[in-house]
């Protein structure tokens, strides 16, 4: 009895604690902190901080995608003292496995007050001992559904297959075009069917690819129940994420080991959820990751061998290159399969090769270093154990290329997409500051994760394929037509432009014979959406030192008078090109107060962008509190 008298007194004090966290957190009128109207809190237990590559990975996205993300521990969220106001919470894969019914129980008072929760596959699906509850997740009736299901399913309770959604899903979650392909099923099964990325149907699935492998399996809990929300994504599996309304909050679940997935060089799922909570369902401003907000396109050639010399006339013939700047990168030596073959380009004896890397200085272009001196043989011998031998003809490749275009070389390629991580950090110890990626494939530009292992100062380019190609020789390889190549090209185009963003496009001139009518007809719509101030070609350079001056860009947002808000933002030397946008479902009346910027809009947002000078003030009207995504979502 005296047990039972003290657990119920236990309980009681838990019960007054998470009463006094809700009114903190929603019943207080005072001004909120700065930062904390648009912050973005990932719980995190005790003891975890940022140096856990599994936490900062979270912090790195939020920065990428330009929102504020800040840590928030278990003892500050049961806490009656603790400042946890915020926009939205995220709960983690990985780092918060374990938690314990008070944080439980606070993340349940906190969507019912009204909070906005993202939770993340196994998050809290364990108890501090680290064993997982018998029959389900202590959070399946907050998320709408059961799983974690390790009693009913055993040994099967989580489950690898294609993950789908409706076309819609797929560009709300911003996917690009051909990282998602039609999905049909015959006979019960499933089958691939590589088709126009412009010819989406509302009533075909579609599913996630991989370059040069087509279908992507991805595990998730198996899970039972009528789910009362918006499906995002399902699986064999079943649901896989999706929002939904609970009490006055909502809930964000996705059923994928995001941090996981990130930190093996897949993170463009992380990035896509994180960016769909911050912007759909909390309709927060973001700073741009493109200078002035205008998205634009990376196109990466690599020239790798003498054969390659002639398509470069014939793109030329075309007018490929009255358009750019692009990043021409090269393999300068002169053998190519093995020492002595002769099949290389040989840019220091070769007057052909010597003249093209002068034109395209001359045209602005970047010149980068596409592998160490031999293009097949590097590609297929270069080995994470084999740093002292090859090393050597990383330095000739960059020192030869410097001799011809006369400019530092701070780009690279990897032949074959063959990039062992010491190449990485050779890079970045020799003043590279972005390198062409297979890994990561369809994201912006970002900072690789590898298990555990996080690039420093450089910028990874990761490639956008169109189902299991990319360069326009795989295409004519797998007879992909003409029109299917064209169409790609046109919706990448589009999206980059619409989403404001960018994206890495890459090729080798040889296949470009066969596509020139689908160039010609990119480049027509590249040089209409330009001449709007809707579109930019990007070199590699250009948007890596952009994002590197963007990380020491200083902002804030507080409550001014009455339902107004107020931007400010500081930057030590400049910060001009750097812009913000604001939604316009929920913001309006916006003008520039203080310092040099600008306001335009488009369908869906402000942009303010800053012009000459280190501080910037923006002042506009708040015109809703509490957005739904389920209101929202197109």
Not at 45 to 68: C, I, K
Not at 109 to 130: E, K, P, S
Not at 216 to 242: C, H, I, M, Q, W
Request: hydrophobic residues 40%.
């Amino acid at each position: 009895m005296k047990l039972l008298l003290k657990l119920a007194g236990v309980l009681l004090v838990l019960a007054a604690v998470a009463g006094l966290v809700a009114f903190h957190v929603y019943g207080s009128r005072a001004p909120q902190a700065a930062g904390a109207t648009d912050r973005i809190l990932l719980l995190v237990p005790d003891g975890a901080s940022e140096s856990d590559p599994m936490v900062h990975l979270w912090l790195d996205a939020g920065n990428e995608l330009g929102f504020h993300m800040q840590l928030l521990h278990d003892s500050e969220l049961v806490s009656p003292t603790a400042d946890v106001r915020c926009a939205g919470m995220i709960v983690p894969d990985q780092v918060h496995r374990s938690a314990n019914d008070a944080v439980v129980g606070a993340l349940y008072r906190y969507v019912r007050n009204g909070g906005q929760l993202m939770v993340v596959y196994d998050a809290a699906t364990f108890d501090l001992n680290g064993r997982f509850e018998a029959n389900e997740s202590r959070l399946s009736s907050l998320v709408g559904v059961h799983y974690a299901l390790y009693d009913q399913f055993r040994q099967n309770s989580i489950q690898w297959s294609a993950v789908r959604g409706t076309a819609e899903a797929m560009e709300n979650l911003e996917i690009p075009p051909g990282k998602f392909i039609p999905l049909s099923r015959r006979n019960d099964k499933i089958s691939w069917e590589p088709v126009s990325a412009g010819d989406k149907k509302k009533d075909v699935e579609y599913t996630l690819s991989r370059y040069q492998f087509g279908e992507l399996s991805y595990p998730s809990f198996r899970n039972t129940g009528t789910y009362d929300g918006k499906v995002l994504l399902e699986s064999d599996a079943g649901l896989v994420a999706g929002y939904r309304k609970e009490a006055a909050g909502g809930v964000l679940f996705v059923n994928l080991p995001l941090g996981y997935l990130k930190d093996r060089t897949d993170g463009l799922l992380l990035h896509a959820f994180v960016r769909y909570f911050g912007e759909r369902v909390l309709k927060l401003p973001f700073l741009t990751a493109v200078p002035d907000g205008i998205g634009g396109l990376v196109l990466n050639w690599h020239v790798d061998a003498r054969f390659a010399l002639p398509p470069l006339q014939e793109l030329q013939k075309i007018g490929m290159f009255q358009q750019g700047p692009f990043s021409i990168h090269f393999t300068a030596g002169p053998d190519v399969d093995n020492f002595g073959d002769g099949k290389g380009l040989d840019v220091l004896h070769d007057p052909l090769a010597d003249k093209w890397i002068r034109f395209f200085v001359s045209r602005g272009y970047t010149i980068g270093s596409h592998g160490g001196w031999m293009h097949n043989y590097w590609g297929e011998k270069v080995t994470d154990n084999n740093e002292a031998e090859f090393k050597p003809y990383l330095e000739k490749n960059e020192k030869a290329l410097e001799e011809i275009s006369g400019e530092p070389v701070r780009e690279y390629s990897a032949p074959v997409g063959n990039h062992p991580r010491w190449v990485t950090h050779w890079l970045e110890k020799h003043g590279f500051v972005a390198y062409y990626f297979v890994g990561d494939a369809g994201m912006a530009p970002t900072r690789v994760y590898l298990n555990g292992d996080r690039d420093n100062t450089i910028w990874a380019f990761p490639i956008l394929h169109m189902g299991r190609q990319a360069a326009f020789e795989e295409m004519q390889f797998d007879n992909i037509p003409v029109s299917t190549a064209r169409e790609w090209l046109l919706d990448v185009t589009d999206f980059v432009a619409h989403e404001h963003t960018a994206r890495l496009v890459y090729s080798h001139p040889l296949g470009a014979s066969r596509y020139a009518t689908a160039l010609q007809a990119w480049c027509a719509r590249t040089a209409d959406l330009q001449k709007h101030d809707q579109f930019r070609w990007y070199t590699m350079t250009e948007l890596a030192n952009f994002l590197t001056r963007r990380d020491d860009v200083q902002w804030k947002l507080t409550p001014g008078e009455g339902d107004s808000m107020i931007l400010e933002a500081a930057h030590a030397k400049s910060l001009e090109h750097f812009s913000w946008a604001f939604p316009r479902s929920r913001y309006s009346q916006v003008k520039v107060v203080e310092g040099n910027g600008t306001v335009r809009q488009d369908d869906s947002y402000w942009f303010v962008t800053a012009g000459s000078g280190t501080h910037l003030k923006v002042h506009m009207r708040v015109l809703s509190e509490q957005p739904r995504a389920l209101e929202v979502a197109p």
